[in-house]
Structures are given as C-alpha cells and as structure tokens.
C-alpha cells in the first residue's frame, strides 16, 4: 500500500485528543481569540488553520485540525502525529486554567477496515 500523507507531507494518523474540560466559563471565548482558530458556526466546532501551504501554492489555507465540546470534554482530532503533538502543546500550556489532558485515541490508516465488495457494488462504500 503506499504511504498516504496530508497536505505537509506528514504520514496519516488520525487522532482524537480528549482534554477534560476543568472550567468552562470563559473557555469558547478565550479559543476564539486564538490566532488560527476560528468557530465554525454552522458545524458548532473549532477549526485550526494555518495560512497557506508550502507544498501545495494554491491553497490558501490548510485545515490543521478541528475540534468540539461534548459532555465536559474538549475533543480535538488531527490527521497526523505531528499536528496532534503540537495541538496537544498548544492547548496545554495555553489552557491550563481550563483544560486537563486525559488521552489520545489513535487509528492508523492501515486500521481502517476496508468496504466489502458487496458494499462497493451497492454503492454502500463509505467507511466511517
């Protein structure tokens, strides 16, 4: 199989982080003040983007990871080891006060199960 990467190159892993939420007033406000986070309103996430992308000139911006609140968690998801390391710092050290890291669900692309052909020939093929 060959090594599939995202937009930097970096090997595709994906990640769920979970940072138990230790205070929640003033959390989404002070997240929306983050240089390269934004709301996504209509999806109710967090969105982590950096300005253009070195690899690849005709993206503007590249999505680095998003991430959401669900019942007292702070839930963030990356698609590779170093995004997830250096999203995990930057909510780690920039939230303290609010967040508490507990651990890091990861799936490697080789884990995720295939469609069976009858699901291919009956269009049913999406996996997740």
Do not use: C
């Amino acid at each position: 199989m060959p090594e599939l990467q995202n937009t930097d190159g970096e090997h595709l892993r994906f990640s769920k982080i979970f940072f138990r939420i230790k205070q929640r007033e003033g959390l989404e406000e002070k997240l929306s003040f983050v240089k390269n986070f934004y709301f996504d309103e209509h999806n109710k996430m967090w969105v982590w983007f950096k300005k253009e992308n070195k690899r690849i000139k005709m993206y503007s911006n590249t999505t680095l990871g998003i991430f959401t609140i669900k019942d007292g968690y702070l839930i963030a998801e990356t698609n590779s080891i170093q995004r997830d390391l250096k999203l995990k710092n930057k909510l780690t050290k920039g939230f303290r006060q609010y967040l508490s890291y507990e651990k890091t669900d990861v799936k490697d692309v080789a884990s995720i199960p295939r469609p069976s052909k009858e699901d291919m020939k009956d269009g049913r093929g999406d996996v997740g």
